[in-house]
């Protein structure tokens, strides 16, 4: 199996340190490590901190054919603040060198190959990267949007399109009051919400994050909820990249959708558990986390 991520790769800069991220290297890294073919779509700055993305992605054995560089824009930085609760919340700067993905022969051929490619509304800010990504998307098998709400970076016409787009939306609960009011959706429950985004976007795959109260998965026209794992959190930075990673490598291996939501939930609580965006789990790992927990 082959998965494409589109989008940011950058620095998450924190007050006493910085790490390099933007979640579709954070989903690319967590796909790897289940053993799935991934790569990332992104473009990156001719500087230093380009060159030590760069050697961080090859050496984690990721391929960087198709990485562009960018001689007129700097590589990408987010400022990352955390709450008393270790939430983290982003001052993404711009314009930077992921704004301008271009279209190549390259980059369609690598979305055709793939069984899947995944992408966030954030790096559609710009009209460059977001003809780009529009046009990989005509070309892709199956489409994954990761509804990434960053103000002032979206607009409700650009959301709508790309939901319309999507096979797969993932999205958290916040996210989806906002989109409710975007859209006009006035329903009471967060069932008959997602019911609505389905029948608005022709989309009959929705997941709905809620943090530490788990997430709800809506397939094929039926719901499955998982509650979530009591954890520690010691950051919160790509615990739902990784939540995202596992869901979809499960339901596209065709695994049951329960067990799936299960089991994403689980690494999404580990990696919160975790210092940084990529700690690396077994699988074996995983399950004993699981059975711990119930």
Known sequence: MKITCFGEVLWDIFPKHKKIGGAPLNVALR?????????????????????DIMKYVDERGLPTNTFQVDKQHKTGEVLVTLDHENTA????????AWDFIEYSEVVKEEVKRSDAVIFGSLASRNYVSRNTLLQLLDAARFKVLDV???????DAILLSELMKKADFIKLNDEELEE????????????EDQVKA?????NTNQICITMG????ILFYNNAFYNNSGYTIKVVDTVGAGDSFLATLISELLHENDPQKSIDFACAVGAMVAGSKGANPVFTKKQIQDFIESKS
């Open 179 to 190: 989109i409710c009011r975007h859209f006009k959706i006035h329903k009471n429950t967060l």
């Open 89 to 96: 919340t982003y001052e993404i700067s711009q314009p930077v």
């Open 197 to 201: 985004i389905a029948t608005y976007t």
């Open 31 to 51: 796909l790897k490590s289940m053993g799935i073919d991934s790569s990332i779509i992104t473009k990156i700055g001719n500087d230093d901190l380009g060159k």
């Open 148 to 154: 990434n709400l960053r103000p002032p970076h979206y």
């Open 212 to 215: 530490g109260k788990g997430a």
